[in-house]
């Protein structure tokens, strides 16, 4: 079974940055297209970065020239480098496949909180 697991949220200031790491278990990691879904309170969960399998990538206008999404297929991982985080961005984020489909089941996410 598939385990998604998020990493390198935490609390900061406006104007600041985080680096998220996903990890996914298994081998099918460099066959499937990624995304960095966020879900604040109170909202439906959202798509803000995908990367493709040959690497090609796309953001959500809220967050496009200040999140870079990157993948490392040795590693298995995907991230998402946040710079110039606003209130706005605060949310859990989330990896899974992209295109979604059925998808992978949900990890348990990490929080990003951006507040003064």
């Known amino acids: 079974q598939v385990q998604l697991v998020e990493s390198g949220g935490g609390l900061v200031q406006p104007g600041g940055s985080l680096r998220l790491s996903c990890t996914v278990s298994?081998?099918?990691?460099?066959?499937?297209?990624w995304g960095w879904y966020r879900q604040a309170p109170g909202k439906q969960r959202e798509l803000v970065a995908t990367?493709?399998?040959?690497?090609?990538?796309n953001l959500s206008d809220s967050v496009k020239g200040r999140f870079t999404i990157s993948r490392d297929n040795f590693k298995n991982t995907v991230y998402l480098q946040l710079n110039d985080l606003k209130p706005e961005d605060t949310a859990v984020y989330y990896c899974n496949v992209d295109p979604l489909g059925s998808g992978f089941e949900w990890g348990q996410g990490t929080q990003a909180t951006v507040s003064s």
């Open positions: 990367i493709a399998r040959d690497h090609s990538t």
């Open positions: 298994g081998t099918i990691f460099r066959i499937y297209g």
